[in-house]
C-alpha cells in the first residue's frame, strides 16, 4: 500500500493549462480503471473533481475544464483554462484491489 | 447530505479513542462508507472502508489489527474504533461517503486525534 506518487507541485499562469500526473504499479492504477481525482483548498475537506479515470460526477458543481485520462500505470489530470480558484492542492486515489484504495502524495497547483 | 464526525481528542501512546460518524440526508445503509486521515500538513491516507450491510471490510497496512471499523445503519452512524494508538496516528480523521468504487461524494469535516505523552 505505497502512496501513489505525484510532483510536489505544479503551476501555470491564468487562462494556461495544468496537467498533473500520478503514477502507481499494476496493482492499483494500472490494474483498474477507478482513479479519483480530488480538489482540496486550505482548511476545507477534499472535493471529488474526477471518478473512473476521466468522469466528472454529477452534481458537484465540477467544471468541464477539468479532466482525466489514464495510460499504463500512470493517471493523470488537465486543468484548463486555469482560474484562480483552481488554487488548492490536488490528490489521486486508486482501487488497489480487496476493497482497499490508495491516494497519492499531493500536488500544490499554484496560479501565477 | 451531512456527514458529522465526533470522538476525536488527546490520547496517550498505547490507548484508544472510538470515533463516530453521524450521517443525515441520504439512505446511508446503501452506500459504502470510508475513514481517510491527514496528518498537520501532510496528505491524505486512506484507513479504512465499509460496506453497505457489514459483511466486508477493509484496512491499510498500518492499522490493520489495531482499528476496527464498524457502522450500525438504524443509527446512520459510522465508527472507527482505535487502540494501541501511536503518536503517528495523529491526524483529522474524515468520514466519507462512498462514490464508484473508493471514498468521494461528500466528506465531513474531520475530527482531530492527537496522540502525545
Not at chain 1, 6 to 13: D, F, I, K, L, T
Not at chain 2, 33 to 56: F, H, T
Not at chain 2, 89 to 106: F, H, I, K, W
Request: glycine share 14%.
Amino acid at each position: 500500500q505505497s502512496a501513489l506518487t505525484q510532483p510536489p507541485s505544479a503551476s501555470g499562469s491564468p487562462g494556461q493549462s495544468v496537467t498533473i500526473s500520478c503514477t502507481g504499479t499494476s496493482s492499483d492504477v494500472g490494474a483498474y480503471n477507478y482513479v479519483s481525482w480530488y480538489q482540496q483548498h486550505p482548511g476545507r475537506a477534499p472535493k471529488i473533481m474526477i471518478y473512473e479515470v476521466s468522469k466528472r460526477p454529477s452534481g458537484m458543481g465540477v467544471p468541464d475544464r477539468f479532466s482525466g485520462s489514464k495510460s499504463g500505470n500512470t493517471a493523470s489530470l488537465t486543468v484548463s483554462g486555469l482560474q484562480a480558484e483552481d488554487e488548492a492542492d490536488y490528490y489521486c486515489g486508486s482501487y488497489a484491489g480487496s476493497n482497499t484504495y490508495v491516494f497519492g502524495t499531493g500536488t500544490k497547483v499554484t496560479v501565477l | 447530505v451531512q456527514l458529522v464526525e465526533s470522538g476525536g481528542g488527546l490520547v496517550q501512546p498505547g490507548g484508544s479513542l472510538r470515533l463516530s460518524c453521524a450521517a443525515s440526508g441520504f439512505t446511508f445503509s446503501t452506500y459504502w462508507m470510508y475513514w481517510v486521515r491527514q496528518a498537520p500538513g501532510k496528505g491524505l491516507v486512506w484507513v479504512s472502508g465499509i460496506n453497505s450491510d457489514e459483511s466486508s471490510t477493509a484496512y491499510a497496512d498500518s492499522v490493520k489489527g489495531r482499528f476496527t471499523i464498524s457502522r450500525d445503519n438504524a443509527k446512520s452512524t459510522l465508527y472507527l474504533q482505535m487502540n494501541r494508538l501511536r503518536a503517528e496516528d495523529t491526524a483529522l480523521y474524515y468520514c466519507v461517503r462512498g462514490y464508484s468504487t473508493g471514498p468521494g461524494g461528500y466528506w465531513g469535516q474531520g475530527t482531530l486525534v492527537t496522540v502525545s505523552s
